[in-house]
């Protein structure tokens, strides 16, 4: 059996006609940036998350660099965050001129550990920027209470979470600013490259729309020095075609979590755990082995037995060559740092059938077994 890490074609075989019709009938209007079809979207998202404002840019790494712009994050400022993330959740501060400052994760949910947050804060924080990291909500009460305490921004990269709720709410309604990503194989994907900011903040709204469209104010004149990064109208038709489905999609993914984490309970790896707040959407499905030879070994017992498995993430932000030249000799990123060299993602996606799972459980049994 050959078990791919994600099927987007299986995806998109299910709503294809819906798809097919809405690009031709943006084609048929020829009206490729902006329009109907862009606003559209961006209220229906919006909608969905429960925010004012959705503003749609070219990639969810624009979003977080352009959000943070608008929310006023420059020279001098620092923003705590974590280290376990892809490694654009930083860039984002970094391009801005600011500076990140790590705090290390929980144990059990990968996220950012509100216990570690308080005493990252000083006189240069301004914004305290959680990942809800593959697919789980960070635990954003805590760190609101600390936010607000401070005076400091709360930031949510939400750019594997489309969907998760936080106590009953949806991620990217919680924060002052959120972002996402439409990368193909997030659980809401493009057929290329997008990204959105949500937020209820007007002000902030009006500044991301003026810097995605050459920092203009009205046609031609031009209030700031801005860029070019607006959503693709026809990545915005895809998406939106997509969009009534996610609900059951992440449905689906539950489903499949559920019955891997059932079949695994005798296994001697880690399952992840959904915390109570939580309503995970499991974008990834993370295990932990014991180290990291374990990991290489089990990888490769699965590649030969035709299962594909991702590292999300080998390497954490901080261990980058791109961030060598920094200093963080006072971050304390133990957790972190382990479970980088032990976690490894099965396959996952909404279409993945049970018999699939009950393979590739069998593959790890035997892994273990011999
Ligand atoms: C995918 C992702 C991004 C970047 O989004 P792109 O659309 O690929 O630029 C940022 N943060 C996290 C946590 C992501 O998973």
């Known amino acids: 059996m050959d078990i791919p890490f994600v099927d987007l074609h299986e995806n998109y075989k299910r709503i294809s006609d819906r798809i097919d019709r809405e690009l031709a009938e943006v084609i048929n209007q020829t009206s490729f940036i902006g329009g109907d079809k862009l606003a559209e979207f961006e209220r229906n ?34 923003v705590i965050t974590v280290s376990n993330t892809f490694v654009s959740t930083v860039d984002g501060i970094i391009h801005n001129g600011a500076r990140p400052r790590f ?14 947050v308080e005493e990252a804060v000083n006189e240069d924080t301004k914004a305290i ?52 990503s439409f990368y193909p194989s997030k659980n809401l994907g493009a057929f290329g490259d997008g990204g959105l900011v949500a937020t209820d903040n007007d002000d902030m709204a009006e500044q991301i ?35 009534p489905e ?7 993914r539950r489903d499949a979590a559920a019955l891997y984490n059932d079949l695994l309970a005798d296994i001697p790896i880690l399952t992840p755990d959904c915390a109570p707040f939580s309503d995970h959407i499991y974008h990834l499905y993370v295990i932990q082995t014991k180290n990291k030879s374990e990991r290489r070994a ?14 999300h993430y080998p ?13 963080y000799k006072f971050a304390d990123l133990q957790t972190t740092q382990k ?14 059938e049970k018999n699939e799972i009950r393979y590739i459980v069998d593959k790890i049994e035997t892994f273990y077994e011999d």
Do not use: C
């Open 315 to 327: 390497i954490p932000v901080h261990e980058q060559p791109s961030y060598q030249q920094m200093d």
């Open 246 to 252: 996610l609900d059951q999609w992440n449905e689906e």
């Open 103 to 116: 705090v290390d994760i929980d144990a059990d949910t990968y996220t950012m550990d509100p216990n570690r």
């Open 209 to 243: 729309r003026m810097l995605r469209e050459y920092g203009e104010s009205t046609k031609y004149e031009h209030q700031e020095v801005g860029y070019n990064s607006r959503l693709d109208t026809l990545q915005a038709a895809v998406l939106d075609a997509k969009l």
């Open 45 to 78: 998202f919006a909608d969905y998350i429960g925010v004012e404002h959705g503003v749609g840019v070219a990639s969810g790494t624009d979003a977080i660099f352009l959000g943070l712009k608008a929310a006023g994050i420059g020279v001098g400022d620092e």
């Open 129 to 180: 920027m959680p990942v809800h990291l593959y697919g789980q909500p960070a635990d954003l009460n805590p760190l609101r209470e600390i936010a607000n305490k401070h005076d400091l921004l709360l930031i949510e990269d939400a750019a594997q979470a489309h969907g998760a709720r936080y106590e009953g709410k949806r991620v990217g309604s919680i924060g002052d600013l959120a972002f996402f």
């Open 339 to 352: 479970t980088s060299r032990r976690i490894l993602s099965l396959p996952m996606y909404p279409e993945i």
């Open 298 to 311: 089990l990888k490769n017992h699965l590649e030969q037995n035709g299962v594909s498995t991702g590292i």
